[in-house]
């Protein structure tokens, strides 16, 4: 009872200091505070439902006890963070979508491209993963090359989709008034069309990294060396040590989203001059 007790105070506290910090004027900190007081809310108040409620671990563990298993098996979880993100994410996600933005300038340039390329795009994306990832598993081998070629597929045409209308976004005025300028279709292309298709190129980009990660971790449930973060998932659960399973869990929830992001950064960075980057 004691449990559930505080598990409602910490629940109501961080109500009252959430509601009080949106009052406030919006600055940087405020906008950080606010998800960051709420997120350790709700890991309070998980701790104390589940000592409350007497949960089972193999149900759900309390976030100390993930976070003890966390600490003492930080050899596994670097392994697997190596052999999954590094290796089978990263490099998937590269090759991925530097591919597709090639690609995209080449349907771009040719429209038979556009019409043959982009309509088999749109069917492979709504191909499960789940169904790709044991073929391309059985074509490439067991260890991350599977992987990355999962992600390949999972990133390539969502990058080349949104490169493709973004490179599609500039006005008919602003192409006329560089062909005044005499200016080929390389030069309107590195001079207007790169520069205002950016937006959508990072939009791409930052699709492709949680899909990237998703495809990875997915692909090695289908076959694996012995590690990875979807090897040790599955066999984890397999032997009911669900506290192994979430530390893994916390591990890509950090990845993905410090991923995420770097790359909205860089967007930041980049296209400083458009509209949705003035706030």
């Known amino acids: ?25 919006r600055t940087r900190l405020t906008r950080l505070a606010v998800p960051v ?5 709700l890991i309070a108040v998980w701790e104390g439902i589940v000592h409350g409620l007497e949960i089972s671990p193999i149900l759900l563990p309390a976030p100390s006890m993930i976070a003890m298993r966390f600490v003492a098996s930080t050899a596994i979880l670097w392994e697997d963070f190596v052999q999954t993100v590094i290796k089978g994410a990263l490099s998937g996600y590269v090759l991925g979508c530097g591919t597709a933005f090639l690609v995209a300038i080449l349907v ?35 260890d991350w090359q599977s992987k990355a070629a999962v992600v390949v597929v999972m990133v390539f045409f969502p990058m080349l989709v949104n490169t493709v209308q973004g490179l599609a976004d500039s006005s008919v005025m602003q192409r006329d008034l560089m062909r005044t300028y005499a200016a080929g279709y390389w030069m309107t292309l590195l001079k207007l069309r790169l520069p205002a298709a950016m937006p959508f190129v990072f939009n791409g980009l930052k699709i492709a990294s949680t899909l990237a ?14 590690r990875g973060m979807g090897f040790r998932i599955s066999t984890s659960v397999g032997q009911l040590a669900l506290d192994l399973v979430w ?9 993905g ?10 967007e930041r960075a980049v296209t400083f001059w458009h509209p949705s980057q003035r706030h």
Do not use: K, Q
């Open 213 to 226: 990660l998703i495809g990875a971790i997915v692909a090695e449930f289908f076959g694996s060396p012995t």
């Open 1 to 25: 009872m004691i449990w559930l007790v505080f598990a409602f105070a910490i629940w109501a506290l961080g109500w009252w200091i959430n509601a009080w910090l949106a009052a406030l004027p």
């Open 108 to 142: 771009d340039r040719f429209d038979f491209l556009r019409r043959g390329l982009l309509p088999v795009g749109n069917f492979v994306a709504a191909l499960p993963v789940i169904g790709m990832a044991p073929i391309l598993v059985m074509w490439f081998g067991f």
């Open 37 to 41: 007081i709420f997120g350790l809310t």
């Open 257 to 266: 989203s410090g991923f995420y992001g770097g790359i909205a950064l860089i």
């Open 247 to 255: 530390a893994e869990i916390v591990v890509a929830a950090v990845v």
